[in-house]
């Protein structure tokens, strides 16, 4: 496997510098972190925690705390917690453009967390308000001095959501601006349907599967073969392998496997999000793919060292 030949242009990639804008889910994440099976029918002790979530505002997090000087994140909330969740992105270092829904409370997530050996998780979703982000919150304005559009996969899973995914392409597409996805959920993805999600993601320029996702995207059994398969629908495929690292294709076959970063897991939530955003910031500061899916394993490894979906807070642009 090798890395790009000199002189040829890499799929997905952008002049170093300009902002970056993620479109997507900000929501409430109630960390539930118990050990073992929970007890049907009774009490499970566990350690719960209310944190601020979503795939697209944790992706925006980790991308500033990679580096990225201008972050901004379109979502919807509800009233119920916009001040609150505007204030953790700001002290994130991320611009928050955030919608307030006259209806909808913020989406909220429980995430339950076995703190065995492998810290898995499993999601209850209430989309809330994020369900609602519509082709009336967006405007061709918010790509002013923007060099990268990020979509959330979540914004799939709805039809104001897809609505939303059409308009903001094509304002890209206009404007020469590369456009990153990320699928965001096996499950919500196998209920819309592959062919359909395929569909609306024409015209993206990089693709970020987790493992799961690719396979069940093309089919194919092998995480490599299928992140070959995809590279000959989208230009750049970055498949993330949790602790086996991540794939690196494009033009039909794979050109690196990125080893992952030692951890201790404690908490996988967000870890997809966390190389997601890390890896964009590097593609930013002018990384080739390869450099920047190395970035991105490094910040999975760190997330899922900590509880929650976010930066550590003392790490945080202005904190103390």
Known sequence: MTGPDPGTAVPGASAPGGALLVVGDVVTDIVA???GP???????????????????ANVACWAAYGGCADVRMLGRVGADAVAWHERELTDCGVRPIL??????????????????????RTFLTDRGASLRLDPGDWSPTLLDGVARLHLS????????????????LEAARTRGIPVS????????LAELGVDRFLELAEGVDVLLPSCDEAILLTGLP??????????????LVVTKLGGEGALVARGG??????????????DTTGAGDAFTGAFLA?????????????EGCRAGARAVEKVGGRPPARDRPGAG
Not at 42 to 47: K, L, P, Y
Not at 181 to 188: E, K, Q
Not at 283 to 294: K, V
């Open 33 to 35: 972190r118990h050990r």
């Open 38 to 56: 929970l007890a049907t029918g009774t009490d499970t002790v566990a350690a719960v925690r209310t944190l601020p979530g979503g795939a697209g």
């Open 99 to 120: 919608v307030v829904d006259p209806e909808a409370p913020t989406g909220t997530v429980i995430c339950l967390v076995d703190t065995g050996a492998f810290a898995e």
């Open 153 to 168: 996969g979540y914004l799939f899973f709805s039809d104001p959501g897809r609505a939303l995914v059409t308009v903001a």
């Open 181 to 188: 996805l990320d699928p965001a959920s096996a499950g919500f």
């Open 222 to 235: 092998d995480p490599a073969d299928a992140a070959a398969k995809l590279s000959r629908q989208v230009p």
């Open 253 to 266: 076959s794979v050109r690196a496997h990125v080893p992952a970063a030692p951890a201790t897991p404690h």
């Open 282 to 294: 590097a593609l930013l500061a002018g990384a080739e793919p390869e450099r920047a899916a190395a």
